[in-house]
């Protein structure tokens, strides 16, 4: 069974660099086509995705977050880690660690974490 | 503002079915085969239901089933029942440097 947990601060001011770890287990990061990533969802309901590894250690970056984002993979602890840089008020949202596999469907987040709300103050 | 088109409601009595559109271009939902559809309870995170168009993961109920036709793909629930009422989004695969589409997601409420 596949488990994911987001960890990490509710709370950054603006301008500062928020870092969320997600832990996981019931797969390797090292099996060719598995991936996990990160989403968010603002209080308004839509979803953004965020970021995504693969095992081969690919990187995708979605369009709106690129240029202050990056993500980590630390196999041998299970976690996959997301640093967001200059974060502002409007980066206040819900952000899910997800999980992805080749092997099992092709470009679907089959397993999500229970999310973890991150507010930012002004 | 949402790549995908989805209606911001649905409604049906139980036992209905209903149908959820979800309107791309050329680029995603015209091109690849990889649509799928998620449902999400109040609080909780989003589900996997319907993936590469019409495929239903194991567990989820065979009343939820996927179609496309050109740039539009369709979520159908039919029978509906109480559990149902959720918010439901779409996600395609793109050619794009997105990678990813996403629709703003639909209410589906049980009259």
């Known amino acids: 069974q596949i488990t994911l947990k987001e960890s990490g601060p509710t709370l950054v001011k603006s301008t500062q660099t928020l870092t969320l770890t997600c832990t996981f287990s019931g797969f390797s990061l090292t099996t060719p086509g598995v991936g996990v990533g990160w989403i968010r969802q603002s209080p308004g309901k839509a979803l953004e995705w965020l970021a995504l590894?693969?095992?081969?250690?690919?990187?995708y970056y979605g369009p709106s977050v690129k240029d202050r984002v990056s993500i980590t993979k630390d196999t041998s602890k299970t976690q996959v880690v997301l640093t967001v840089k200059t974060m502002d008020p409007v980066d206040s949202a819900t952000y899910y660690c997800?999980?992805?596999?080749?092997?099992?469907?092709?470009?679907?987040?089959?397993?999500w974490g229970p999310g973890t709300l991150v507010t930012v103050s002004s | 503002q949402s790549a995908l088109t989805q209606p911001a409601s649905v409604s049906g009595s139980p036992g209905q079915s209903i149908t959820i559109s979800c309107t791309g271009v050329?680029?995603?939902?015209?091109?690849?085969?990889?649509v799928s559809w998620y449902q999400q309870h109040p609080g909780k995170a989003p589900k996997v239901v319907i993936y590469e168009v019409n495929k239903r993961p194991s567990g989820v109920s065979n009343r939820f089933s996927g179609s496309k036709s050109g740039n539009t793909a369709s979520l159908t629930i039919s029978g509906l029942q109480a559990e149902d009422e959720a918010d439901y989004f779409c996600i395609s695969y793109t050619s794009t440097t997105t990678r990813y589409v996403f629709g703003a997601g639909t209410t589906v409420t049980v009259l």
């Open positions: 997800i999980h992805t596999s080749l092997n099992t469907g092709w470009y679907v987040f089959d397993s």
């Open positions: 050329r680029s995603d939902i015209g091109a690849y085969d990889y």
């Open positions: 590894i693969y095992a081969d250690d690919t990187i």
